[in-house]
């Protein structure tokens, strides 16, 4: 069974994770809510296949019966802990795991913490904490890798727009990458809303993203824009503002997407799409693999059963996986040339469903003319919980240049009058010329993709395999 290693990083990283391994327990039929065994709780049902799968986030002692385990305490007494690393430079987040409800699942090896943030800036994240706990990090690591039998992935979750997340973040991945090369590194990463109050947000995003293309093996990139307007389709949170209720109306919607990525990896299902297939067939070039994701129904993401009305038809659900309204970041994947897609499904669907509705996708969608294929399939017998049937699309898409150009723009928008830049250059090992190699990076990137519109992809030379 492949597992996989969570690694949060920063204050965005933490609270999608709270919500991650709270969603996480539930899919497993842990009744969260009671702490004993309640007669009267609204027990999510266990199905066949399940629990086999525990181990893939959860580290379960020898001899544990894992169809055992109802309660969030029933956890406890058998000494399971979440394979998860919280990492903040401040504590008010991470304390959550430490006091929560889920605190017996993380030992103190799970969660580091320090005083007093990062200040939303890259280079402190990334230079001066990032130094000052690399060894200690990677210590912590290798414990977590090593309880591990079937290690397939670290899942890092952060954001990009403040300094701890953007910045240690990136430090953690360039620490994967040099230590676990051969292990996937799936980043999950908040893009910022562009009406937000963090000022050079452009200048971490631009900085965190370089890093992405050099050290990731896939990015799922996500944006708050289009999360709050699903949540708003969904009807979902009426709080506009940054309240913790919006935050975890958004961060749900994030840990579906994450759930439902890695089932084929932890369920039973007759056409199972294994993680590094996603890579392997929806990343044709290195560095182009940034995946647009979106997920139907749209009421899959609220761990509660579906409200009347909400549709239950194979083709609506699927047909959702490609509708412009569900994508977890702002665009049209289907608006740009489509490197690979894959369409991957959860629960009570026939072959035959999903044949036909991806002869409907093929029909919309504009793939190469290397690949006239570039469809994966899969199909996973475990629906979430409440639900008989959901998907997740994923979109390796040119339309992706925009978000490179708009980040591109911001970050110009500062350093044409070199804005804020002192809080850079005056963080020990940072160096202005990575302001520039990010932009390039930038460019490049978005130009990579651009040029796929025209048939003609100009691979840069530093993306290349050599
Ligand atoms: N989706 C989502 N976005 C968040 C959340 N918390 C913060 N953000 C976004 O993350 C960005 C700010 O980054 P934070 O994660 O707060 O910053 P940090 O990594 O803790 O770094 P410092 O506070 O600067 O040390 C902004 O774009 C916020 O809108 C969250 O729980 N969910
Ligand atoms: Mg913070």
Same mark, same amino acid.
């Given at each position: 069974m492949s597992?996989?290693?969570?690694?949060?990083?920063?204050?965005?990283?933490n609270?999608?994770?709270?919500?991650?391994?709270?969603?996480?327990?539930?899919?497993?039929?842990?009744?969260?809510?009671?702490?004993?065994?309640?007669?009267?709780?609204?027990?999510?049902?266990?199905?066949?296949?399940?629990?086999?799968?525990?181990s893939s986030f959860f580290c379960c002692p020898e001899n544990i019966s894992c169809k055992s385990l109802s309660t969030i305490s029933d956890l406890e007494s058998a000494n399971i802990k979440a394979r998860a690393l919280c990492i903040d430079m401040e504590d008010s987040v991470v304390a959550r795991f430490r006091k929560g409800s889920l605190r017996g699942l993380f030992n103190n090896d799970c969660l580091l913490t320090n005083y007093p943030g990062s200040g939303n800036n890259?280079?402190?994240?990334?230079?001066?904490?990032?130094?000052?706990h690399y060894e200690d990090i990677s210590e912590r690591i290798r414990k977590a890798v090593e309880c591990c039998d079937g290690l397939h992935g670290f899942l890092l979750l952060y954001s990009l727009g403040g300094g701890t997340g953007s910045g240690l973040g990136s430090r953690v991945l360039s620490l994967l990458e040099d230590q676990y090369p051969h292990i996937d590194r799936l980043v999950t990463c908040v893009y910022p809303a562009g009406n937000e109050d963090v000022i050079t947000a452009p200048y971490n995003v631009a900085l965190a993203t370089n890093e992405l293309i050099r050290n990731a093996s896939c990015v799922f990139p996500v944006n708050n824009q289009a999360l709050t307007e699903i949540c708003g389709r969904a009807k979902l949170g009426e709080a506009k503002d940054k309240t913790s209720r919006?935050?975890?109306?958004?961060?749900?919607?994030?840990?579906?997407?994450?759930?439902?990525?890695?089932?084929?990896?932890?369920?039973?299902?007759?056409?199972?799409?294994?993680?590094?297939?996603?890579?392997t067939n929806l990343v044709p070039f290195p560095g182009m693999h940034f995946l647009t994701s979106s997920v139907s129904p749209l009421s899959s993401i609220t761990m509660k059963p579906p409200l009347p009305g909400c549709t239950t038809r194979v083709d609506d659900i699927l047909s959702g996986t490609w509708a412009r309204t569900n994508q977890l970041i702002k665009g049209d994947p289907l608006s740009g040339m489509v490197l690979g897609a894959a369409l991957i499904v959860r629960g009570d669907a026939s072959l035959c469903d999903i044949r036909r509705n991806v002869e409907k996708l093929k029909k919309k969608v504009r793939f190469p003319s290397w690949n006239q294929d570039a469809v994966k399939v899969g199909m996973c017998s475990v629906a979430p919980p409440w639900?008989?049937?959901?998907?997740?699309?994923?979109?390796?898409?040119?339309?992706?240049?925009?978000?490179?150009?708009?980040?591109?723009?911001?970050?110009?928008?500062?350093?044409?009058?070199?804005?804020?830049?002192?809080?850079?250059?005056?963080?020990?090992?940072?160096? /202005? =010329?990575?302001?520039?190699?990010? *932009? +390039?990076?930038? !460019?490049? /990137? =978005?130009?990579?993709?651009?040029? *796929? +519109?025209?048939? !003609?992809?100009?691979i840069p030379h530093r993306f290349k395999v050599l």
């Open positions: 597992e996989f290693i969570t690694i949060q990083v920063g204050q965005c990283g609270q999608i994770g709270n919500c991650f391994w709270k969603c996480a327990v539930q899919e497993y039929g842990i009744d969260l809510f009671h702490y004993n065994r309640h007669s009267n709780s609204q027990q999510i049902p266990k199905l066949p296949g399940m629990f086999e799968s525990f890259w280079a402190e994240g990334f230079f001066s904490h990032g130094s000052h919006y935050f975890r109306d958004v961060n749900n919607i994030i840990v579906n997407m994450l759930l439902h990525l890695t089932s084929g990896a932890r369920f039973p299902g007759s056409l199972n799409v294994d993680m590094n297939e996603i890579a639900h008989k049937l959901s998907a997740l699309g994923l979109f390796n898409s040119s339309s992706l240049a925009t978000l490179f150009e708009e980040t591109s723009f911001q970050f110009n928008k500062l350093f044409r009058r070199r804005a804020h830049i002192h809080h850079y250059t005056k963080v020990d090992g940072f160096e /202005i =010329a990575s302001f520039f190699e990010s *932009l +390039e990076q930038l !460019q490049d /990137i =978005a130009e990579a993709y651009k040029g *796929l +519109e025209t048939h !003609q992809p100009v």
